[in-house]
């Protein structure tokens, strides 16, 4: 089946970066949303996007209007009825999604592929609301849409297999990278990544370190960001939030703990950088900066503590996700650096540090405290024993 005309549900950042992308492969892009100021400012934030392209050189005029013609507009889902794909970006909401798409079921064609783009809800549970829950399927973009090469497609139990085939050739045709995904919470990223964050909260509230020192000692393994700065960039509305549902999802497995210390920033409203303030303050600085500079950094072992630390658990998480079929070695390193730009896929980390490291780290740090988060993933035990790496 090719896909030529697709509705997008959202007319929000990551619903108008979808209907970007899709119209530059020269889709016929509807992008709906029931609030006409959104669509509004979605039209004249595009034209900024493409006027911002056309000065750096990457496109021409005649580009722009190609792309921007390929968009229109909508706001009532029944003009979304001749699309082949929709994909729905709005709120993470279960039942809100599950509404929207039973009304969009009841419009358009009966091989219409409904496609989710959720982080972290069951895929089929949404499915579970259509009559024909064979047609629903995750395709989850990575913000912003249009630069991140990252697409994680999540088919559900019911999902049919064609769907699927049809789904992965069409992302691929958009010049995306597509890592498939089993239906587990948080699918690969927003799993494997969860270790970014909780066990640098966890570093932090034992004294260990101050947020800039961590920060600093993980963006010296090539990060962009360090954890407190990227949680402070995405939002602890954000963050937590999904940090909080995986944790559920996965029957409150200590591995997925949420920290207080994220959780009191939440209720006082210090959100980031949104809200002005988070685990650092970004009203009274001089500059975007100068958090960096105000802690002095520790000395070269506790910074290669940190980083030791940090790096094992995500190797353990990524492992972990290889030895339950969440996804293929290759579409594990894959999801993280074109995902979220790890500067190496964490299975090829694994066999540079030694997968001996790996186990031992792990091994010394469960010793310490007694706690499960700290379980060394059975693939990295048995891969230790036999002295083999991962294969990629």
């Given amino acids: 089946m090719d896909i030529n005309k697709v509705g997008v549900i959202?007319?929000?950042?990551?619903?108008?970066g979808i209907a970007q992308v899709a119209a530059t492969a020269g889709c016929q892009v509807k992008l709906f949303d029931v609030n006409q100021a959104q669509l509004d400012k979605a039209q004249a934030a595009l034209e900024k996007i493409m006027n911002r392209l056309i000065e750096k050189g990457r496109i021409d005029a005649a580009e722009k209007t190609r792309i921007q013609s390929n968009i229109s507009y909508v706001n009532t889902v029944k003009d979304l009825a001749d699309s082949d794909l929709t994909i729905e970006a709005i709120i993470e909401n279960l039942d809100i999604k599950k509404k929207v798409f039973q009304e969009l079921e009841s419009h358009v064609s009966d091989s219409c592929i409904i496609a989710s783009n959720t982080s972290s809800l069951s895929i089929a549970s949404i499915a579970a609301s259509l009559d024909k829950p064979e047609r629903c399927i995750g395709i989850h973009f990575f913000n912003p849409a249009p630069l991140m090469k990252l697409v994680e497609v999540i088919p559900a139990v019911q999902t049919a297999q064609n769907v699927t085939d049809t789904c992965v050739a069409t992302i691929e045709n958009w010049k995306?990278?597509?890592a498939v995904a089993k239906d587990t919470p948080g699918f690969i990223v927003n799993r494997v990544a969860r270790p970014f964050y909780s066990e640098s909260l966890r570093i932090y509230e034992e004294g260990m370190a101050s947020f800039a020192t961590i920060d600093y000692a993980l963006k010296g393994l090539g990060f962009k960001m360090g954890p407190f700065e990227l949680m402070d960039y995405i939002g602890h509305d954000v963050n937590y939030v999904v940090t909080e549902t995986v944790f559920a999802a996965f029957y409150f497995d200590p591995r997925y703990k949420p920290s207080l210390?994220?959780?009191?920033?939440?209720?006082?409203?210090w959100l980031g950088r949104k809200s002005g303030r988070g685990f650092y303050d970004y009203v009274n600085?001089?500059?975007?900066?100068?958090?960096?500079?105000?802690?002095?950094?520790?000395?070269?072992?506790?910074?290669?503590?940190?980083?030791?630390?940090v790096l094992i658990m995500l190797i353990n998480e990524a492992a972990d996700a290889l030895f339950l079929n969440i996804a293929t070695a290759q579409g594990i390193d894959s999801a993280m650096t074109k995902g979220v730009n790890y500067p190496k896929g964490l299975l090829a980390w694994a066999n540079e540090k030694g997968i001996e490291w790996c186990v031992n780290g792990l091994d010394e740090m469960y010793d310490l405290y007694r706690e499960d988060r700290y379980r060394c993933s059975p693939i990295l035990r048995k891969m230790n024993a036999v002295g083999t790496k991962f294969s990629l």
């Fill in 261 to 269: 210390t994220q959780k009191r920033l939440m209720e006082a409203g």
């Fill in 176 to 178: 995306k990278v597509v």
């Fill in 285 to 309: 600085v001089d500059s975007e900066h100068a958090f960096a500079k105000a802690d002095p950094v520790k000395s070269p072992e506790l910074i290669k503590e940190i980083q030791d630390r």
């Fill in 10 to 16: 959202g007319a929000g950042t990551m619903g108008s």
